[in-house]
């Protein structure tokens, strides 16, 4: 009978290491048969670009959820992002600038729920809930709710770049900052305290774990990278409405619950897992549409997405370990 | 110098919104390498003073001396930095992450570039352990260890920090046999090693054997501390408790009535085979069983928790088709489970509410209200029968209340309903003597108002103490049964271990 049971958990243990994989194969698989384009070199540099956005936001993300909070203010950030970046492009600043400016637009609005959070000790759904409204409030009423476009230099240098003439800018942006994420993540005693403080708050502050501090700065790096990610998105799609990124922050929370990054605290990893969450969420969108599949269909499957990623992630929590 | 002790607490004071819990503590630890014992009910203060001692809570008046140097820890940190290490009674460790993450979470060797080292870490955890004489990989997950092997991290934690001195909470309460004598041991080197220890527990045997000194605490006040071998097993108990309780297991006469509860061939798959036995009302039937009989899985069956393979259940000679909790519940069935804590209280609720939860249906008046006045009178008649030791029951939430007081509430919720049939497992796991008394004692009432009771624990002299007879279980079969007069603690160990030919403790 163990031997049974033996069995039984290493398959389960493989479905949880290499499903992922297994499912991205397929939905490649699935699309290609659909539209022979889809399996090009052009369409995964293509797919890698659409991704950049929501994988940077989804790295920041990692940090909120491992150490067992939620930022869902993240769509609105990156919608201030892009068009504080935008309005001081369009005024002549320059790429390094815009760099830095998005990345301070991103570092104010997450300092704001990480003091909410970690010193007054607000539930973390509720203050960035509030901040979802109040940040996207105030980006509107700097556009008194116009679209902004981010047609200029610093737009075109960010969205049209290619290295060697063939990676585009934006993924090696999206790359060094998986790259940066993991190794801080996994390879420091900051990183390893988030995994400690998603799995036992209370335990982590009785060994002397600065449980606070390193609340706040979780939040801090979620809103930075969502920054970023509000400049590359802007600068992607040159045209940023009063609805810009509205709703994104689900797509970015799927996507890392997806690729096995727990709601509840205390496991997952930047790379490979939210990446390969965004890739399969951004491979459906890419693929329905080269299917040339109705617009209602996108929103059903997304729900169905999001359910699956919650219930693999209930699924996974089970027991013991939470 | 040979005379400044270790560790002296004197005239230590804490109070929690206006109620003392402790007063004037004096205590001092005098040898280096000796061991402590802490003994007093839950309740008493010791979670309180070695919290203090951790740093985890600030004392309000009073000194600690360290080796004669004032200590006043602030935080968990500055405990670390003293050399104290405290091991609670729940683990301190992150489940999800390795033996060596979890030893260098706070500072880590080899990270001077700032970035963590899992070679460095691993190998020096290696040693840490090896130094325990445990031979483990300590790159393994801590979730997949045993309560026994978790421990042993725990301690080797502390001693990485180079502590002094080590209090242990309550150590043994989750370990089997084996593990407790391998726990003993380790303490014994450290003891010979020059760390002292305090050790914190309710089984008084294991107090008597292994530490040098004993410090009775009772309502927040040191009552005596002395030599070992000037101390006896009922002397601690009548200073714990403040009187004397003359029979540890007060049993009572019965008159038992009808079968109430019968099962017949049960069967689930991978817990038990072929179990049958039936239980009268107005008795307490035992059972007995080391850890991973599958005593609780069986318990768990019957109450419709765990799918039924095949067999019978009867109730009042009635089969039960589908047992399920709703219809138990309903029918005058409580089954008090082993995690009390995990899955009977509501922690942020008060202590009335709790109690009052499992017996809302019987204090519904007209359209369905609640009569305050009756749910005042029931809730405070048992937080006297139990002895729950709370000041407010109305404003005290459960989550700060005692580890025993919390059993207590979860127990007398359940007594609060006057079931037909109560099924209660391991009852008085981690209750100080003082509460065992009480709940022995309940359930004797209960019995003999016609309540059926069937009593699972691993303790066998509470079995053999309170229960009209004892089954016994091995390996998931029913080794035997036992009627009163022959009660044996020989021959229920023999029972229990019937078919095991290697020593194999199921860990959880």
Known sequence: MSTLRLSRESIYNAFYKYGLFIVFFLLVLIFSSFNSNFFSAANAVNLLQQSASTGIAAAGLVFVLVSGGIDISMGSTIFLSSVIVTTFA????????????????????????GFFVSVLNVVPLIVTLASLYIVRGVALALTGVQSLFFFNKVGDAVAYTRIGGAIPVVVVILVVTLFLVQVVLNRTLFGRQLFAMGNNRIGARIMGIKVNRNTFLTYVISGALSGLAGMVSGAQVGAITPTFAEGQEF???????????????????????????????????????????????????????????????????????? | MADTPVLQLIGLNKSFSGVQVLKNIDLSLVMKGSILGLVGENGAGKSTMINILGGVLQKDSGAILLEGVPYNPKNAKDADKAGIALIHQELNLFLNMTIAENLYLVESPGSKTGLLSYRVM???????????????????????????????????????????????????????????????????????????????????????????????????????????????KSGMISMMVGRKLDHMFPFVEKRPGPIVLRVEDLCAQKAFRNVSFSLRSGEILGLFGLM????????????????????????????????????????????????????????????????????????????GAVDARQEERESESVIQRLSIKTYDKARQTARMLSGGNQQKVVIGKWLMTQPEVLIVDEPTRGVDVGAKFDIYNHLNDMAREGSAILFISSEMEELIGVCDRIIVMCSGTITGELDRIDFDQERLLTLAIRSIKHEHFAVE
């Open chain 1, 90 to 113: 369009n005024k002549g600043v320059g790429i390094a600038g815009s760099f830095a400016i998005a990345l301070a637009c991103g570092i104010a609005v997450g300092s704001m729920n």
């Open chain 1, 251 to 322: 797509i970015i929370i799927t996507s890392a619950i997806l690729g096995g990054v727990s709601l509840f605290g205390g496991k997952g990893t930047a790379f490979p897992g939210a990446f390969l969450g965004v890739l399969i969420v951004m491979c459906i969108e890419n693929g329905l549409v080269m299917a040339g599949a109705n617009m209602y269909v996108y929103t059903i499957i997304r729900g169905i997405v999001i359910f699956f990623a919650v219930m693999i992630d209930c699924m996974r929590n089970t027991g013991e370990l939470r």
């Open chain 2, 122 to 232: 691993n190998r020096e955890a290696q040693k840490e352990l090896r130094h325990v004489g445990i031979d483990i990989n300590p790159a393994t997950l801590v979730e997949s260890l045993s309560m026994g092997m978790r421990q042993m991290v725990e301690i080797v934690k502390a001693l990485s920090k180079k502590a002094r001195i080590v209090v242990f909470d309550e150590p043994t309460t989750s370990l089997s046999n084996n593990e407790k004598r391998h726990l003993f041991t380790i303490i014994r080197e450290l003891s010979g090693k020059g760390i002292s220890m305090i050790y914190i527990s309710h089984t008084l045997d294991d107090v008597l054997e292994l530490c040098d000194e004993v410090a009775v605490i009772r309502d927040g006040s040191i009552i005596g501390q002395s030599p070992t071998r000037e101390m006896t």
């Open chain 2, 292 to 367: 991973g009989a599958g005593r609780s899985e069986l318990a768990r069956a019957i109450y419709g928790v765990d799918p039924v393979e095949s067999g019978r259940i009867y109730f009042k000679e009635h089969p039960v088709r589908h047992p399920a909790p709703e219809w138990w519940v309903e029918n005058g069935m409580a089954y008090i489970t082993e995690n009390r804590r995990e899955e009977g209280l509501l922690m942020p609720k008060s202590v009335k509410e709790n109690l009052v939860l499992a017996n809302l249906r019987n204090l519904r008046r007209r359209l």
